[in-house]
């Protein structure tokens, strides 16, 4: 039986001085960055590139098994990167004999992570579906080897940001047919005194620190909680703060858990750029010898980027 297939969606824009972002079908004014992206993709395929990662002190690698592929009338380039990581030691068996040792000095283990990249003309993003295999950095990995191709081509004030990009039919399956199991109103400041923390007319506190308030439940809190958080998830909040009633009652940011068939993933009212942004669409692609097909997976990918025109992102 095949795994869960994940593909998560991000947008992708290009700074430029760290002040503006470049509208992507003449990032420099002139030169269309799908070409320069279709040329990026070129050279990893004849140069593995490579990043520390963030969270250890292992090397991240990235390459291409096969070129790219370009869908022109769609402006979009697809195909199946290699993200590997040099990881422990460990022993490959078939049945009961021993085939090899590992060398994590020597040996890179690769996988193949399905993308597809859509670049609207005239826009200052380009729409990126990645496969979800693990934690393996594969968002980080591109963005950083895309900055580094970047330089070497003469950009040095040009900077590529991969950002989350929830796709909105995520939150809206989870919230209508999940459990609500969590809600963490948090501010970021904390009171003096214990009198200051139960004190009904006290409403801002003057020292720095956390001070959150959970509400949570075994099973799942009631539609009255669910709409309360609906409300924030989806409403306005200005000036970087969240209004919780007529009362200027207000909280900085309101993280929440969402559980659906075993899966649990955490939201954030104000910084929705921080959810992760996997969908699992396992039930809609074609499986053939326990892999999807790369046919099903452009039409997912396709109708998760439509999902995002017509539907509009929680974080756009």
């Known amino acids: 039986m095949a795994n869960r297939i994940l593909l998560s969606t991000y947008n992708l824009k290009v700074s430029v001085n760290a002040s503006s972002d470049a509208i992507l079908s003449q990032f420099d004014g002139s ?3 799908l070409e320069l992206f279709k040329g990026f993709m070129d050279d990893v395929f004849t140069n593995i590139k490579a990043a520390p990662s963030l969270n250890d002190r292992s090397i ?27 990881e422990d030691r460990f022993t490959v068996r078939e049945g009961d004999d021993k085939k090899f ?7 890179v283990t ?30 980080g990995l591109l963005s950083k080897s895309l900055n580094l191709y970047l330089r070497e081509r003469g950009y040095p004030d040009y900077n590529v940001v991969i950002s989350n990009l929830l796709n909105k039919r995520v939150y809206d399956k989870m919230m209508l047919l999940g459990n609500l199991k969590k809600i ?26 956390t001070l959150t308030t959970t509400i949570q439940s075994r099973s799942s809190l009631s539609n009255y909680w669910k709409s309360v958080i609906h409300n924030l998830f989806v409403g306005e909040n200005k000036n970087s703060v969240i209004e919780l009633n ?26 929705k750029h921080r959810t992760q942004p996997d969908i699992d669409v396992t039930g809609e692609v074609e499986i053939i010898d326990n892999q999807p097909t790369t046919e099903s997976l452009i039409e997912v990918s396709q109708g ?7 539907l509009k992102p929680v974080n756009a």
């Open 31 to 33: 030169n269309d960055f």
């Open 60 to 86: 991240l690698h990235l390459a291409l098994d096969e070129p790219v592929t370009v869908l022109a009338e769609k402006r979009a380039i697809y195909g199946f990167i290699s993200s590997g990581v040099n």
């Open 101 to 107: 040792e590992s060398d994590p000095v020597k040996h």
């Open 110 to 139: 690769y996988r193949n992570l399905f993308f597809y990249i859509e670049f609207p003309i005239g826009k200052t993003y380009a729409y990126l579906i990645i496969q979800k295999k693990r934690d393996i950095g594969a968002k």
């Open 184 to 209: 963490d109103f948090i501010k970021r400041s904390i009171p003096n005194t214990i009198e200051e923390l139960y004190d009904n007319e006290q409403k801002e506190y003057s020292d720095k620190g």
């Open 246 to 271: 007529s009362k200027n009652d207000s909280v900085d940011e309101v993280e929440f858990q969402l559980e659906f068939k075993g899966k649990i993933k955490t939201f954030h009212v104000l910084q």
């Open 304 to 310: 998760l980027i439509n999902d995002i025109l017509t």
